[in-house]
């Protein structure tokens, strides 16, 4: 598959996205033609463990790096977390030639933004995505945090990528849970902005998408091309771009409250079909589309049943800090005309402990929980890269 080139702009920001296979050799030019000087690499355990001796060893040969790694998983999103990783890089020592490459998913995209926008008050930032969530999804943004002990996402700031690099070669090595969780945001952009990909989705299934290296080829490109319309025309995130909040209300509170126990996707697989229901109550989303969005869902194996434990009262309570509040109160975005961008943007508010129940009880009563997956066994311990 050839390479492709996509020029992104983010309000005043530009960069270029390149998708492909092989693309560690154009990383490498790419850094040398800008003039790095040090590398600090952030990166996680299981990341270092696949790629240490290919990528991380491919830039140690041509540049002084410093690789900051920490252990996979959201609870490595945190301010403790950050502040190490600053003072390692700070200790290794660095200057405004500096490059801050992310190395991973989309939690270590965050705390490479967050490293890079802090470290000698802004350093440029080059996200390299390993996951199928980070290339389609996280990476393609200028929304950078770590989370707080109340809520996601409640320390970040502004940062634009000055380039991506999606390799497509990093998929190959993906569980198919990996790849699950991943399509979830697939699943949601198609339903904002193309519901021909959403037909398409509620044809193949997971089985398929994992086979047919093509069909994964094709969902991320045409992911990609979603997002970054859609970010194009609204990089601040405040009117068509809330779109892509879709979901993400009720998920990141379940979230929150099964930290560990679900993914990014699978919690925004379960918060999409619960504010599905919620936009049908509102008369702003024909019923029609509640099952057909849970059947595509199910065809991935993604959970459209809310988790046992989590009640209506416990995702308000965890909602209070959610960083979508609007004066003091809690909004979700609803899904008003699936595959129309423009009618997806109104935000509604309060969000109701009444109401929230009601969609949770239709979705615990067609609904699918997440399957059980086997631990993943990790690959042999590459020696050190660290320094």
Not at 158 to 177: E, G, K, M, T
Not at 380 to 387: T, V
């Amino acid at each position: 598959m050839s390479q492709r080139h996509i020029e992104m702009g983010l309000g005043s920001d530009r960069f270029t996205l390149h998708v492909g296979r092989g693309l560690t050799k154009d990383l490498v030019s790419w850094l040398s033609n800008a003039g790095a000087d040090t590398l600090v690499v952030v990166t996680d355990d299981n990341v270092l463990r696949h790629y240490g001796a290919t990528t991380v060893r491919a830039l140690q040969q041509h540049f002084r790096t410093v690789v900051l790694s920490m252990p996979p998983g959201e609870g490595s999103k945190t301010v403790p977390v950050l502040e190490r990783l600053l003072e390692e890089a700070a200790a290794f020592g660095v200057s405004k030639q500096s490059h801050v490459v992310a190395l991973g998913g989309g939690m270590v995209g965050n705390v490479a933004g967050m490293v890079a926008g802090l470290l000698m008050r802004g350093l440029p930032l080059v996200h390299v995505p390993t996951t199928l969530l980070a290339q389609i999804d996280a990476s393609i943004s200028r929304k950078q945090a770590v989370n707080g002990r109340h809520g996601k996402n409640l320390f970040g700031l502004w940062l634009a990528p000055r380039v991506i690099f999606s390799d497509l070669d990093y998929l190959d090595s993906l569980s198919p849970r990996e790849v699950s969780s991943g399509l979830a945001e697939g699943i949601k952009l198609s339903l904002i902005a193309d519901i021909g990909e959403f037909t398409r989705y509620s044809e193949w299934d997971l089985e398929r998408v994992t086979r047919d290296r093509q069909v994964l080829e094709s969902i991320v490109h045409r992911s990609i091309e979603l997002t970054c319309s859609i970010l194009s025309a609204d990089p601040a995130e405040g009117t068509s771009g809330l779109s892509l909040e879709i979901g993400h209300t009720v998920g990141h509170a379940i979230e929150i409250l099964k930290a560990g126990e679900l993914t990014h996707g699978e919690s925004i697989s379960i918060g999409m079909l619960v504010e599905a229901e919620m936009s049908v109550s509102r008369g702003m989303l024909d019923a029609s589309w509640v099952p057909r969005i849970r059947s595509t869902l199910r065809r991935y194996a993604l959970p459209t049943k809310p988790p046992g434990g989590v009640s209506a009262e416990r995702i308000i309570e965890a909602l209070k800090f959610d960083n979508k509040r609007r004066d003091r109160e809690t909004v979700f975005v609803p899904i008003c005309n699936p595959g129309v961008i423009a009618s997806n943007t109104r935000r509604h508010a309060p969000l109701s402990v009444g109401e929230l129940r009601h969609a949770m009880l239709q979705c615990d009563r067609d609904g699918a929980a997440a399957p059980v997956y086997a631990a993943r066994r990790a690959p042999a311990e590459p020696e050190d890269l660290r320094q």
